[in-house]
């Protein structure tokens, strides 16, 4: 049967499918990522999954993987398959696409982590059907994609979707990307683990116990609650009015808050938008699988146009 690897890195794991001609997943793996062990270990350790399962396809679907997608975090170099930088991993200018090329002797294709994840949530998520979309995940740090008739927007240099370094709250807390009041600083769940730990003199407490002491209707908690909605709104209408999305996914470990997250943020975005038209917002609905479910898909999108290049005359 004719299908994909697929294989999404992250800091500390990576996990893995092979998938269908209809993106239907065939096998799932997981495996530590290993980055206690460097950089050049998790390179190798990335390889050698990835033959476990070419090796696994073959043996249970009678021939080997046609391609192979990967979704790596940091800065990524999508056209010419470069790992450029990821602070977690240690990379710097890893040449990830032909390493992964050379040991599976298959077209490989590399994608930002968040944009495959977007892809993912857009073609076959919470966005399915949408020709326009914008995808927010609210993590540790905030990063998106824009999905634009069904693929996602890279930029000129790869740098598409970094909502999370939009400046909300220009002179405030500073940033790791060097400027003062970034979005992320803010709304990402770690500001507001940070912001409950300080507000609860807890220093154990995180963006999960601001969100529960919320719902119980803590004064504390719905200040930090409120100032993380309202930088997060202020930031995305001013992706609305640049891009007019006609849905905006919010995923992230934020984003598990539920109506908790979405009632505020729905109202807070109504009242400043003016001459924009309000997406729709909505849930990401693919959770930590989205990765690699858009890996799979960056893979047999690299099928169909090397198809199509056959083809032509």
Request: net charge negative; proline share 5%.
């Amino acid at each position: 049967m004719r299908h994909v690897i697929a294989l999404d890195v992250g800091g500390t794991g990576m996990k893995a499918a092979l998938a269908g001609p209809g993106g239907e997943v065939l096998h799932r793996a997981r495996r530590a990522t290993g980055r206690a062990q460097g950089p050049d270990a998790v390179v190798a350790g990335i390889l050698d999954f990835a033959s476990e399962l070419r090796a696994y396809g073959t043996e249970h679907f009678g021939t080997h993987a046609s391609a192979a997608g990967v979704a790596v975090p940091g800065i990524v170099d999508e056209a010419r398959g470069v790992a450029v930088y990821a602070a977690n991993l240690g990379w710097r200018d890893v040449p990830l696409r032909d390493l992964l090329a050379q040991r599976l002797g298959v077209p490989v294709t590399l994608g930002h982590d968040v944009r495959t994840g977007g892809l993912a949530e857009g073609r076959v998520g919470a966005g399915r059907g949408a020709d326009r979309f914008l995808f927010v995940a609210l993590g540790t740090g905030i990063a998106g994609a824009i999905g634009v008739e069904g693929r996602v927007e890279a930029g000129a240099h790869g740098f598409a979707g970094e909502i999370g370094h939009i400046v909300v709250r220009p002179g405030g807390a500073p940033c790791p990307c060097g400027q003062r009041g970034c979005l992320e600083r803010f709304a990402s769940a770690a500001a507001v683990s940070e912001a409950w730990a300080a507000a609860s003199g807890d220093p154990g407490a995180d963006a999960a116990d601001c969100a529960k002491a919320v719902d119980s209707g803590d004064p504390r908690a719905e200040a930090v609650w409120r100032q993380a909605v309202d930088a997060l709104a202020d930031g995305l209408v001013t992706a609305l009015t640049l891009l007019d999305p006609r849905t905006l996914i919010i995923g992230g470990g934020l984003a598990e808050a539920g109506e908790t997250l979405f009632t505020p943020l729905r109202e807070a975005i109504r009242g400043r938008i003016t001459f924009q038209k309000q997406p729709t917002l909505v849930p990401a609905a693919l959770g930590d699988s989205a990765g690699c479910l858009g890996a799979g898909l960056l893979a047999w999108d690299l099928l169909a146009s090397t198809d199509r290049m056959e083809v032509t005359p």
